[in-house]
């Protein structure tokens, strides 16, 4: 009798051991915000949009995803830092739903920025930029080289890339710190080289944080969005958007906004600032605009929302009426991704495609939305 009542109070134990791991593991999904392990999206979306069209998940279960890039014949692909790859989201029947998730790199480096020019695939991870071929109709992938080598990021390790139509290569490279000066003198600058990669060099400096970069289709100017300092505020420094140009200063770490000495630093002299290039656009402390691109006479912006801020700002997609180097005031297109204290999604890249349909990528849901009806 009392070897039957151990092991059924041996059972009872085990079973409640095994509620309780399982109690366990789920609260370690919950802390850890595993991006493979999110739920799926609701079908209810919390989007508010400047015109009242439909908008759709494209693809979804994607992980921390970030950069989007076409390849020819509409294919998207889509940079997944976190789990190392590249993925390939083909839309044969054209329905505006991804027909699956193919891997077509993987065991990449912090990969991030992707570009696809001449049917090459150029990809940027942490410490180097390689290209690649595409096999569209396998949706495969093959190295062709390694272009250069990159050093390594510390506290920014996301590295941009675009190239003009002349066929230069642009390549961001963010700080390692908030605000310091950097001991490699690549760091918090864009990088040059041609498209095959010979004689990497700066291009312009005082960059703490240019995420993503976007070539004008129409100037072949270089713009990016670029992050300001942190721990001065709520509503200071402002955040950016630059036209990148040869040569020129933007000012970090001495410097922020429009050419204002950080006193906080308190490094060189405020004369400094005044030789250093102003920003096209200032934008609300912490919005953390990331994703950009051109689209019928307007710059479209993904502002991924603060992270140290008394009342949080961002998590929305705006956009700016283009006037030659300048810009309208900004637009609300696409909100309620923030609802009250509540975060719903944080949008990283946005691009169009060939039917002129909004695509976000969302690394929070792990999402991908597309949006038609964006009227100019």
């Given at each position: 009798m009392k070897v039957a009542l151990f092991f059924f109070l041996l059972l009872?134990?085990?079973?409640?051991?095994?509620?309780?791991?399982?109690?366990?593991?789920?609260?370690?999904?919950?802390?850890?915000?595993?991006?493979?392990?999110r739920p799926a999206v609701s079908k209810s979306l919390p989007f508010k949009m400047l015109d009242p069209e439909k908008i759709a998940i494209y693809a979804q279960s994607l992980g921390s995803v970030r950069d989007l890039e076409f390849a020819a014949d509409n294919l998207l692909l889509a940079s997944i830092p976190s789990s190392g790859?590249?993925?390939a989201l083909p839309d044969k029947n054209n329905d505006n739903k991804a027909d699956e998730i193919k891997v077509i790199i993987n065991n990449l480096n912090k990969p991030h920025g992707i570009v696809f020019y001449k049917n090459k695939l150029f990809v940027a991870e942490e410490t180097k930029v390689s290209r690649y071929t595409v096999d569209k109709q396998n949706l495969t992938a093959q190295k062709e080289k390694d272009l250069f080598s990159l050093p390594?990021?510390?506290?920014?390790?996301?590295?941009?890339?675009?190239?003009?139509?002349?066929?230069?290569?642009?390549v961001t490279i963010g700080s390692t710190c908030d605000v310091?000066?950097?001991?490699?003198?690549?760091?918090?600058?864009?990088?040059?080289?041609?498209?095959?990669?010979?004689?990497?060099?700066?291009?312009?400096?005082?960059?703490r944080n240019?995420?993503?970069?976007?070539?004008?289709p129409q100037t072949d100017q270089l713009w990016a969005t670029e992050m300001g300092r942190d721990f001065l505020g709520d509503e200071k420094p402002s955040?950016?958007?630059?036209?990148?140009?040869?040569?020129?200063?933007?000012?970090?770490?001495?410097?922020?906004?429009?050419?204002?000495?950080?006193?906080?630093?308190?490094?060189?002299?405020?004369?400094?600032c005044k030789n250093t290039e102003p920003p096209v656009m200032e934008i609300a402390a912490h919005s953390a605009p990331l994703g950009l691109t051109f689209h019928g006479g307007y710059l479209y912006a993904a502002y991924h929302g603060s992270w140290n801020r008394t009342e949080p700002i961002g998590y929305k997609v705006v956009?700016?009426?283009?006037?030659?180097?300048?810009?309208?005031?900004?637009?609300?297109v696409v909100t309620g991704l923030l609802q009250g204290s509540r975060v719903l999604g944080r949008p990283v890249d946005v691009i169009f495609n060939k039917n002129n349909r909004l695509l976000i990528s969302d690394d929070r849901s792990g999402a991908i939305y597309t949006i038609a009806g964006i009227n100019n």
């Open positions: 009872v134990v085990g079973f409640f051991t095994i509620i309780a791991l399982r109690n366990v593991n789920i609260s370690n999904k919950t802390i850890t915000d595993n991006p493979l392990q790859t590249v993925v390594d990021g510390g506290r920014h390790n996301t590295r941009s890339l675009d190239i003009n139509n002349k066929g230069d290569l642009f310091c000066f950097e001991k490699h003198p690549w760091i918090g600058t864009v990088i040059i080289s041609d498209y095959n990669g010979r004689k990497p060099e700066i291009f312009a400096s005082g960059l240019a995420v993503f970069i976007a070539v004008n955040d950016e958007i630059n036209i990148i140009k040869e040569g020129k200063n933007y000012g970090w770490p001495v410097c922020y906004g429009n050419r204002i000495y950080d006193t906080s630093f308190n490094q060189k002299s405020p004369d400094y956009r700016f009426k283009l006037n030659g180097d300048k810009l309208g005031k900004e637009e609300d």
